[in-house]
């Protein structure tokens, strides 16, 4: 599904290169929710996530003149640098927990409860996040992208830095993955009440 | 996402939901197609979608950000945490250790080895002076 963007971002990101701060606290308020919860799942700790956007916003202040809007998408270019700071603190957080200065944990924060209307509605989507932490990194980046970013098949490629045939089957393969995790835990709460 | 928000929304950004940001277009538009039959994949991202949601403060995130490019730092250095972390200070003695261990070493080494004068002098059977080898009968004291 592609959308066509809204030349607003490419107009703060013009602004944000003459130096005007508002224009970067506008650009957050539209992409500071939806980078932060891809890189929440994808890292799967809430405090590691807060930390990449910051850095990527940061990014975005000091090389937004390097952005052309000729080349491709804002909210492309935006997932593509937070994709590559999300593998910098996963490079990082594994190094200081080999040398033991912190543990892998996932940590994220429970969503609002009025976001979840119902215990069963609860349930699958804590299956969902369950099955998503346990996809490969790849996949569950590429899904992110799609259900998050709601990015299409080229920009995934794009950000991931690969061809539209491989974020194709990272996509095919990470949403059959999940349909599978979906499946399995159903057939285990059928076998529980029954 | 409710109507009440999806109205919210609205005046924020726009009547045409597609020009939206993510994940607010992606949450209209499940809105809208709520009770309309659609795609197993689609139907599948929105449940992504929502288990992604997480509770964040754009603004909060904003004055975050707005703080460390005046502060200049993109990035906080590990070095600085690690240095004050117990298994990191450990680490910085262990390393220092191990540097004044092999300092020591070498320092030793330089002042119990042999010179190679020495062990000329030993070899030819001549007694060692300041400097030298001892002035020999000619013919002797080198080889």
């Known amino acids: 599904m592609q959308h066509d963007e809204p030349r607003g971002d490419d107009e703060l990101l013009a602004r944000i290169a003459g130096g005007n701060q508002s224009a970067l606290s506008e650009l957050i308020a539209r992409h500071g929710r939806g980078l932060r919860m891809f890189a929440a799942r994808y890292l799967g700790n809430a405090g590691d996530a807060e930390d990449v956007v910051q850095e990527v916003f940061v990014t975005v202040w000091k090389q937004a003149a390097r952005f052309d809007p000729a080349k491709g998408r804002a909210s492309t270019w935006l997932y593509r640098i937070t994709a590559n700071r999300c593998i910098d603190q996963r490079r990082r957080r594994a190094l200081r927990s080999f040398i033991g200065l912190d543990d892998i944990r996932d940590e994220v924060a429970a969503p609002e409860a009025d976001a979840e209307a119902t215990t069963a509605a609860r349930q699958e989507l804590a299956i969902v996040r369950d099955g998503l932490s346990r996809l490969p990194e790849r996949q569950r980046m590429a899904v992110l992208l799609r259900a998050v970013g709601d990015l299409d098949i080229a920009a995934i490629a794009e950000v991931m830095g690969g061809s539209i045939g491989s974020a194709e089957q990272l996509l095919v393969r990470g949403r059959r993955a999940l349909r599978d995790h979906l499946a399995m835990a159903a057939v285990s709460r059928e076998r529980e009440s029954s | ?143």
């Open chain 2, 1 to 143: 996402m409710t109507r009440d928000e999806f109205e919210r929304h609205s005046l924020r950004f726009g009547a045409a939901v597609e020009t939206w940001p993510a994940p607010f277009r992606q949450q209209a538009l499940a809105l809208l197609a709520a009770e309309r039959k659609d795609d197993p994949d689609a139907a599948l991202d929105r449940l992504v979608l929502e288990a992604a949601l997480t509770d964040g403060d754009d603004q909060a995130l904003a004055r975050k950000v707005l703080a460390r490019i005046e502060a200049g730092s993109a990035r906080p250095s590990l070095l600085p945490r690690l240095l004050f972390s117990p298994a990191g200070f450990a680490a910085c003695v262990a390393a220092v250790l191990v540097a004044a261990t092999l300092a020591g070493y070498q320092v030793a080494r330089l002042q119990d080895d042999p010179s190679d004068t020495e062990l000329l002098a030993l070899a030819s059977g001549s007694s060692l002076a300041d400097g030298g080898i001892a002035a020999d009968a000619e013919g002797e004291g080198s080889l």
